[in-house]
C-alpha cells in the first residue's frame, strides 16, 4: 500500500483506518497499584485473597507480573512493526489457548475449521514507547496528595489524537494527574515537526479537590446503584470537567464519548466547545453501573460500505447501548454485533478491569484487527464476519489497567474527517 504522503505526522480520525503510527505503554519496574482514593475504591477480586491482605497500593512488588507485561507489550511492538505476520491457524490457536486455562481450552475445543495458518501482508505500523518514570514517588496538589502514581501502561487512558490535535485528557484520579508527563517527549517532538497543521492541547487540569466528588458514591450497595441506574450519577460530581481520554472512541466527523466513572457532561460539554468542527455526542450505558472507558464496550470496527455493506460495531452483551442512542447508527447502515462472552472469566487477584478486556482489541485497517490470543469465541466471530485476525498474548497486561486497545494510542492513520452519519 502507498503511503499517503501528505498525511500530517499526527492525523487520527476513526478508530478503523489503516494505523501508521502508535505508541504502546510501558510496564515500568515500578508500576503502581491503583491507591484507593476519592475516584477509586481499588479491591482484591480474589474473595479468598481478599480475607487474608488488604488492598496493597504502592509499587507492585511480584516483579515477575511487570516483567511478563512488559515482555508481552515488546513483543506487541515487534509485531506491529514487522510487515508481515504469522496469522495462527484456528488449530494453533486452540493449541495456545489450552496452554492457558481449562475453561478457555473448552471454547477452544468446539473449532473444526480447516488449517488455514499464513502470512499475511500487513504492513508496517511505526511504534513509540512511554517515557519510563517513577511511579512510586507520591504526587500532591495544593488540595490533595497521593501516596504513589499508577504507571504508563495505558497512554489510551490519558492522550487522544482528534484529527490533527493530540489532546491530554483532564484525567479523573489523583493518582493519574501526571501520567500523561510519559507521553510529552512524544507530543512536543511532533508538534515541533508540523507546528502549522498540528495542534498539542491540554484540557484543563482539574483541582482533583474533594468537592469534584461525590461523597456518597461508595456507600451505596449494588442494588442502590441499580435502582439509581438511569440517573448516571457516578462518583465524579458536575464541578469541573472531566475526562479520561479512554471514553471517546472516533468515527470521522462524530466523536462518542461515554458518561461515566471517569467522564462527566461538563467534560463532554467541554469537548463540544473545543472541536467545533466535530459532532460530539454523548452514549450512556444504563446496565454498567461502574462505567469507565469505552473500549471494552462499544468498539466501532468498520464503517458502511460503497456497496451497500453494514458498518459494524462490536458491542458488549452485558452492557447494550441505550436504544435511543442506537438510531443514529441504524439510520446510517451500521449495525451492531455482540461480543461472544470471553474465553475465560478468570483475572489476575489485583486487576481493576472486567474481563470483557475480551473485546479490547486494535484496528490496523478497516479489515484487520489484532484481538488477544486465546479469545478463540471472538476470532470466530470477527474472522466470520470477513475480518483478518491477528493474535497476539497480552493477559499480562490485565493487572496494569488494559489489553490491546488500552495499551495504545493512535497518531497517524490513514483516514479523513469523513461525515459516516449524514
Ligand atoms: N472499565 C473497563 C472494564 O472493566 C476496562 C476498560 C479498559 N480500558 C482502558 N482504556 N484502560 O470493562
Not at 474533594?210 to 446503584?225: C, H, L, Q, S, V
Request: proline letters at 8%.
Amino acid at each position: 500500500m502507498p503511503d499517503n504522503v501528505d498525511l500530517p505526522a499526527v492525523n487520527a480520525w476513526t478508530q478503523f483506518g489503516r494505523l501508521l503510527k502508535v505508541v504502546v505503554g510501558r510496564a515500568d519496574p515500578t508500576s503502581c497499584h491503583l491507591p484507593v482514593e476519592p475516584a477509586c475504591q481499588s479491591e482484591i477480586n480474589d474473595p479468598y485473597l481478599a480475607e487474608q491482605i488488604p488492598w496493597p497500593g504502592g509499587q507492585v512488588k511480584h516483579r515477575k507480573s511487570t516483567k511478563l507485561a512488559e515482555a508481552q507489550l515488546q513483543n506487541f511492538c515487534h509485531i506491529l512493526e514487522s510487515e508481515t505476520v504469522q496469522v495462527k491457524s484456528v488449530r494453533e490457536a486452540a493449541e495456545c489457548g489450552r496452554l492457558v486455562e481449562k475453561r478457555r481450552t473448552e471454547a477452544l475445543r468446539s473449532n473444526t475449521k480447516e488449517n488455514d495458518a499464513r502470512v499475511f501482508q500487513k504492513g508496517r505500523t511505526r511504534t513509540l514507547r512511554t517515557k519510563s518514570m517513577d511511579w512510586s514517588k507520591p504526587v500532591a496538589g495544593p488540595e490533595w496528595s497521593s501516596p504513589s502514581q499508577y504507571c504508563a501502561t495505558c497512554p489510551r487512558d490519558t492522550m487522544i489524537t482528534l484529527g490533527n490535535t493530540i489532546l491530554e485528557a483532564t484525567m479523573s484520579k489523583r493518582s493519574r494527574y501526571f501520567e500523561h508527563l510519559a507521553c510529552r517527549e512524544i507530543c512536543l517532538d511532533l508538534w515541533r515537526q508540523d507546528p502549522l497543521r498540528i495542534k498539542f492541547w491540554s484540557a484543563p487540569k482539574p483541582s482533583m479537590s474533594d468537592e469534584m466528588y461525590n461523597p456518597g458514591f461508595w456507600a451505596k450497595t449494588d442494588e442502590e446503584r441499580f435502582q439509581s441506574m438511569r440517573s448516571y450519577e457516578f462518583c465524579v460530581n458536575e464541578k469541573e470537567p472531566i475526562f479520561d481520554a479512554a471514553d471517546i472512541t472516533r468515527v470521522g466527523k462524530d466523536i462518542f464519548v461515554q458518561k461515566s466513572m471517569t467522564t462527566n457532561d461538563s467534560g463532554i460539554m467541554w469537548l463540544k466547545s473545543h472541536f467545533p468542527e466535530l459532532r460530539v455526542h454523548a452514549l450512556h450505558f444504563p446496565y454498567d453501573l461502574y462505567p469507565s472507558h469505552i473500549d471494552c464496550t462499544f468498539v466501532p470496527l468498520r464503517p458502511p460500505g460503497k456497496d451497500r455493506e453494514d458498518g459494524l460495531v462490536l458491542i458488549n452483551p452485558e452492557r447494550p447501548p441505550l436504544r435511543a442512542e442506537l438510531e443514529l447508527w441504524s439510520q446510517n447502515g451500521w449495525k451492531m454485533l455482540n461480543a461472544p462472552m470471553p474465553a475465560t472469566l478468570d483475572r489476575p487477584a489485583f486487576s481493576q478491569s472486567s474481563y470483557w478486556l475480551s473485546m479490547n482489541l486494535l484496528s490496523l485497517s478497516p479489515s484487520t484487527l489484532v484481538i488477544e490470543e486465546a479469545e478463540l469465541p471472538l476470532y470466530n466471530l470477527l474472522s466470520e464476519n470477513g475480518f483478518d485476525v491477528i493474535t497476539v498474548p497480552m493477559r499480562g497486561m490485565y493487572e496494569f489497567g488494559g489489553a490491546i486497545h488500552c495499551c495504545t494510542w493512535d497518531l497517524q492513520r490513514d483516514d479523513a474527517c469523513t461525515d459516516y452519519f449524514p
